[in-house]
């Protein structure tokens, strides 16, 4: 007999490593509601998962109380005295945006989908292009790179580094503080892990603080500039607002577009065919990557909060509980996607996927990081020729739940 859902604890590596049987068992034996244990509970069908995410009065991004953000993971453990500390010195914050809920959610979403609009991802295209063109002239005489740590991690950075009014040769700093606040949100952390992620968190928020400032007063084209001066009935952003917005930004930005594009670099070298189709015909990189989304995306769940007990699928659920809604499962939900443990090239229904998310939290950025893997997938196929997984390729993955990305990727290459 075959395991059943709740048979599987997503904690334990193995799983971290291949989730897909655990989803395939939810949609199997109807398991709405998953304990994972020490964190709460997943909710893995598309239908479920869409309703939730629209029931944001119960089901609520306010992770923190009214001191705002203070990320140390998910575990609930109460926080150290040196923690504590750390925190304390740092900007004051408040919950905002991606930790809000309606009302006060709409008006801040109101005032960054000011600065991040069509137009803006637009003009980004001739410098998306030419960091990722430069990336690969750095190794394309090598005929030998590992496309996860020299081209899929910078592209991102620094694009979005620069949006934020950060020098390039800032971008490996950006990134460190990337990296930790985003774990300070998704991981289970340690005492040693969480003073990281606090003293990272004050230095981005003081770093930002600054620029904002300067921005105000002297305004240029970037992304930073257009938040710190956008005004939506007269109310634009206070600092405490807006420095949770652009941490927000800055770890959604970085690693989730990182991953898409090593999740879809890894099935276009190991699938000949699917390369060569795109070789032929450009168009079928945007369907190719909604497929890539669907089957294996970078971001595979999200938390919410519970406000009040509560009753979910039969079950009760008591405030405070954390639920996992499961982007990743919903796309391999056989309600929705025939067969979806196939990867197909051109599935019709493919863009229905929701690893960007569902309802009012919807990615702000999703219009940016599908030009960014577009971009990085086309200069991919334009430049190099032949590329092969290299003799000492891993595709062992980053070992966290929330989101799915390689450690490394190792391949062999010709160029054109
Ligand atoms: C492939 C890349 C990306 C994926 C898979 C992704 C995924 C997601 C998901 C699932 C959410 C929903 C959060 C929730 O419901 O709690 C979200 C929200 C968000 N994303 Fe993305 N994202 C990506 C890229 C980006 C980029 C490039 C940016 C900006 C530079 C960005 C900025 C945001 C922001 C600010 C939110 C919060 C929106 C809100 O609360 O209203 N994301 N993203």
Redesign the pocket.
């Known amino acids: 007999m075959s395991k059943s859902a709740h048979d599987y604890n997503l904690t334990n590596p193995e799983i971290m490593e291949n989730p897909y049987e655990f989803y395939a068992a939810i949609h199997r034996d109807n398991a709405r509601l998953v304990e994972v244990p020490g964190v709460g509970y997943w909710v893995g069908r598309m239908d479920d998962i869409k309703e939730l995410?629209k029931n944001t009065q119960v089901y609520s991004?306010s992770y923190f109380d009214e001191g705002g953000p203070v990320p140390t993971g998910v575990s609930g453990e109460p926080l150290e005295d040196d923690v504590k500390e750390i925190f304390n010195k740092g900007p004051e914050v408040v919950n905002a945006?991606?930790?809000?809920d309606p009302p006060i959610?709409t008006t801040?979403?109101k005032l960054?989908n000011k600065a991040?609009t069509a137009s803006w991802v637009k003009s980004m295209e001739p410098v998306i292009e030419e960091i990722a063109d430069e990336l690969i002239s750095n190794f394309i005489n090598n005929g030998k790179a590992d496309f996860m740590q020299q081209y899929a991690v910078y592209l991102?950075m620094i694009?979005?580094a620069e949006?934020l009014g950060m020098d390039r040769k800032d971008a490996e700093l950006f990134k460190v503080w990337s990296d930790d606040i985003l774990t300070g949100n998704l991981d289970v952390l340690d005492h040693e892990g969480r003073l990281r992620v606090a003293q990272s968190f004050i230095d981005a928020n003081n770093h930002f603080k600054g620029i904002l400032e300067e921005r105000r007063i002297n305004p240029k084209s970037d992304?930073i500039s257009a938040l710190a001066n956008a005004s939506v009935n007269g109310r634009s952003l206070m600092n405490k607002e807006a420095l949770p917005?652009i941490d927000?930004?800055?770890l959604?930005?970085?690693e989730?577009?990182t991953?898409?594009i090593g999740n879809a670099l890894r099935i276009l070298v190991e699938d000949e065919i699917i390369r060569e189709a795109l070789e032929a015909d450009k168009s079928m990189i945007t369907p190719f990557l909604d497929e890539v989304?669907r089957f294996d995306?970078?971001?595979q769940c999200?938390?919410?909060i519970v406000t009040k007990d509560t009753e979910f699928a039969g079950q009760k659920i008591l405030k405070g509980t954390k639920i996992m809604?499961g982007?990743g499962s919903a796309g391999h939900d056989p309600d929705h996607f025939d067969n979806p443990q196939d990867f197909v090239l051109g599935r019709s229904n493919a863009y229905k996927h929701?690893?960007?998310?569902?309802?009012?939290?919807?990615?702000?950025?999703?219009g940016?990081?599908?030009t960014?893997?577009r971009i990085a997938v086309n200069v991919f196929l334009n430049r190099l020729k032949n590329v092969r997984f290299s003799d000492d390729i891993d595709l062992t993955h980053v070992p966290t739940f929330a989101t799915r990305g390689y450690k490394t990727l190792n391949f062999d290459f010709n160029s054109r």
């Open positions: 995410a991004n945006l991606w930790t809000a959610h801040h979403r960054v991040f991102p694009v979005i949006a992304l917005i927000t930004l800055m959604a930005g970085n989730t577009t991953n898409l989304m995306g970078p971001v999200l938390y919410r809604l982007w929701i690893g960007f998310g569902f309802g009012a939290h919807l990615c702000v950025g999703l940016l990081a599908r960014e893997a």
